[in-house]
């Protein structure tokens, strides 16, 4: 089932520390937030910035998401791994909390399997919302640079219920994701990006490579 709230976290880490982060992660905190309701969707490398992780976990709604992260959060797995995780960070507050736009622009549920990074690209762009149908407006200006979207989605104005993390109150701002399939291919994608009337130049473009447990792969 697509999950209906959305958070989309970035995390600045310390030089060198984000193999550390992600091995970290895949190995302690992946089973034990599933196991308390989350929606794990994806981890993720930024290709521009060795110091990004970015990752992405879904809930079915405001009241589920506090209840999980009251959960994970008071728990032994993160008891027992906080103090390392939080090692390796400089900043973890830069995080959008996030809807779909439409009941079917919500990223679609998949599997997961431990597999090595391939050449695939996840592209997500960050916008001021525009008026108008958003998603209308969204697929029409990727479009035009060669891009599907795989979702769209669009900041959630409920207030945050779990105040011990921080999630970010600009905004508002449309999300998406599409895929492409190399590095290389993101790039020119990047480049065909103009800015669309309605639309406008995005805020950020995130090049990313899913991690080996990632269950959202481009």
């Known amino acids: 089932m697509t999950s209906r709230i959305i958070e989309l976290r970035q995390y600045t ?20 937030q599933e196991a308390e309701g989350v929606d794990l969707i994806g981890q993720f490398l930024d290709l521009d910035d060795p ?21 994970f959060y008071s728990g032994p797995a ?26 079917g622009s919500g990223l679609a ?12 690209v996840l592209l997500v762009g960050v916008h001021d919302l525009p008026t108008g149908d958003p998603f209308v407006i969204v697929e029409g200006a990727l479009s035009a640079a060669g891009l599907t979207p795989l979702a769209v989605l669009e900041t959630e104005p409920a207030p945050n219920t779990f105040p011990r993390l921080p999630v970010r109150n600009d905004g508002p701002y449309v999300v998406w ?15 065909r990006f ?18 080996p447990r990632s269950r959202l792969r481009p």
Not at 13 to 32: I, K, Q, W, Y
Not at 78 to 103: F, G, K
Not at 109 to 120: H, I, L, M, Q, V
């Open 51 to 71: 110091d990004r992780f970015v990752w992405v976990r879904g809930f079915p709604d405001m009241d589920s998401r506090k209840a999980s992260l009251e959960r």
């Open 194 to 211: 103009a800015a669309d009337p309605h639309l406008g130049s995005p805020r950020q473009i995130l090049r990313l490579a899913p991690t």
């Open 13 to 32: 880490l310390h030089p060198g520390r984000r193999a550390d982060l992600v091995a970290l992660f895949e190995r302690e905190f992946v089973e034990t």
């Open 109 to 120: 549920p998949a599997d997961r399997s431990a597999s090595t990074p391939g050449e695939a």
């Open 78 to 103: 993160w008891a027992a791994h906080r103090d390392a995780a939080n090692e390796t960070m400089i900043d973890s507050d830069d995080v959008l909390l996030l809807r779909p736009v439409n009941s």
């Open 177 to 191: 994701f599409a895929a492409v399939p190399s590095s290389a291919e993101a790039r020119l994608a990047i480049d």
